[in-house]
């Protein structure tokens, strides 16, 4: 997860001459003499920030809070993949900054727009995996319209939509960004006014607010697939991907075809064998995590866990050791026949010496469709081996199984 953005902290962590330059270039704080403070004598900066006027203030704090969001390793990937698409070179510079939050007010200050879509794209990869429609990969044909006029008809018609269905969406801004094959739609429609209690000239008055809330939509028109995100309930989920289809794709798309799941009672047994592309710079595999859940059982459920560092075969080792159990099967009925695998943890090794982040990541399937992977970089590596080893597939549940 991001770090949660806090004043004194980021004055802490940031390089004196960094934040010397933060100010210089907008004219904020000019009576201080930052660059002679000591890197962690963070109280008179602090102090003057806190006499700035408040609407300048507020703009200093979103601009620290933008920097810190991609403060951390995934942020800083974003960063990477934003600026390679860009073709901007930042390795050099990245290799004389060790900190997460060094790099990225770097960026932010001599990439401001990289910085910015960097933050957006890395945000998509931290939305909650249940708020995501189950992809589909049936969108072949033309490609999709990403054109100011399509733009501008997609955001009529959603925020019509949401003014019919929902009142709110009075404004809607569509804005989209091609990365490799892939076109990500991002949809802001305007949400519920709500008020807050604030300080306006010192006294303390109610203001009303419309924010917005977020609908994305990732199209790859190379794999025929397409995600859809949005919190709320289903059906409405199901009726933006109607108006997406048939605002960009130009075409009808059937709600219910082609439901994707993953087969995860494979993971029974050892034999399950991961397809991935040499090149990918995948070592190893392991299971890290198994859910099992009785059929009939209503919400009676087993967890296995263990580190599979050492022994790759510890979770089915576990596994074997229950069914085996004589006093578990007289006690809750955990064989084979009656038992689904309802969730499973998959802990990933790459090759080692990759500038580019950590050698190992963990990433959770849930049934019939959860995932926790993101959509680039190395998880859409991991989605397309998740394909091309069976385990994501197009077919019914089995029989009662539940999440």
Not at 366 to 386: E, F, I, K, S, V
């Amino acid at each position: 997860m991001p770090r949660h953005y806090s004043p004194r902290d980021f004055l802490r962590q940031a390089p004196n001459a960094l934040l010397a330059r933060y100010f210089h270039e907008r004219n904020l704080l000019t009576d201080l003499d930052i660059d002679s403070l000591a890197e962690t004598d963070v109280q008179p900066i602090f102090e003057a920030l806190a006499a700035l006027a408040p609407e300048l203030s507020a703009r200093v704090d979103s601009d620290f809070a933008l920097v810190t969001a991609l403060a951390d390793e995934q942020g800083i990937q974003a960063i990477l993949d934003e600026a390679q698409y860009h073709q901007v070179d930042v390795n050099d510079a990245f290799d004389s900054k060790p900190g997460f939050l060094d790099r990225a007010l770097w960026t932010f200050l001599e990439h401001p727009r990289i910085a910015e879509v960097a933050r957006l794209l890395s945000e998509v990869d931290r939305f909650p995996t249940t708020s995501w429609i189950r992809r589909r990969d049936d969108v072949f044909g033309d490609q999709p319209r990403d054109d100011a006029a399509a733009l501008a008809e997609l955001s009529r018609t959603l925020g019509s939509y949401f003014r019919l269905k929902e009142g709110r969406g009075r404004e809607c801004f569509v804005d989209v960004y091609r990365r490799g094959t892939k076109l990500y739609y991002f949809a802001f429609p305007e949400d519920y006014a709500h008020t807050s209690l604030e300080y306006l000239e010192g006294k303390l008055e109610r203001r009303a607010h419309r924010t917005i809330f977020q609908v994305v939509f990732v199209c790859d028109p190379a794999t025929g697939t397409l995600d859809t995100y949005f919190r709320g309930q289903k059906k409405t989920r199901l009726e933006i991907e109607t108006i997406f289809s048939r605002v960009i794709l130009g075409s009808e798309l059937d709600p219910w075809k082609n439901d994707r799941v993953y087969n995860l009672n494979a993971f029974k047994g050892r034999g399950v064998t991961f397809v991935y592309d040499p090149m990918s710079g995948i070592h190893d595999i392991r299971v890290k995590h198994l859910r099992l859940t009785l059929i009939g059982g209503g919400s009676r459920r087993i967890t296995l866990e263990a580190d599979p560092s050492a022994d790759k075969e510890t979770v089915h080792d576990m596994l074997a050791t229950l069914f085996a159990s004589d006093s578990s099967r007289a006690q809750g009925g955990w064989s084979p026949a009656l038992a689904n695998i309802t969730r499973i943890g998959l802990q990933v090794y790459f090759s080692s010496g990759s500038r580019r982040g950590r050698n190992t990541k963990t990433f959770y399937l849930t049934y019939p469709n959860g995932c926790t992977l993101g959509h680039d970089g190395r998880d859409a590596t991991l989605r397309q081996m998740l394909i091309d080893s069976k385990i994501e597939t197009i077919g019914p549940a089995p029989a009662g199984a539940k999440t």
